[in-house]
């Protein structure tokens, strides 16, 4: 079993920045780690992923050039950098672990989520 706990969610200005974390156990560190966000009435839409050594990341093209993943193996956390953010990416985060896509169903382990609000 692998838990996860998500923070670092809130109300941000467009044009803003946030940073989500995501707390591992220690079994994290050998999965891939994917952030996903959810709206309400919509299905889980891919962020970004992170492969288990770090050296592989993949975004949706919407976030591509604003948004940064990365890893802390020896911290078992992963990250998720908002920069330039705009009230489109209003949604629950979500930190997943598992085997590395950008789809959710190849992750087996999910955060309890995260809101991120964006005001115009």
């Known amino acids: 079993q692998v838990q996860l706990v998500e923070s670092g969610g809130g109300l941000v200005q467009a044009g803003g920045s946030l940073r989500l974390s995501c707390a591992a156990s220690?079994?994290?560190?050998?999965?891939?780690l994917g952030w996903f966000r959810q709206t309400p009435g919509k299905e889980r839409e891919f962020v970004a992923a992170?492969?288990?050594?770090?050296?592989?990341?993949y975004y949706a093209d919407s976030v591509i050039g604003r948004f940064t993943i990365s890893r802390d193996n020896a911290k078992n956390t992963v990250y998720l950098q908002m920069n330039n953010v705009k009230p489109e990416d209003t949604a629950v985060y979500y930190c997943a672990a598992g085997l590395t896509s950008t789809t959710p169903n190849t992750y087996n382990y999910w955060g309890q989520g995260t809101q991120v609000t964006v005001s115009s």
């Open positions: 992170i492969s288990r050594s770090g050296g592989s990341t």
């Open positions: 220690a079994s994290g560190r050998t999965l891939g």
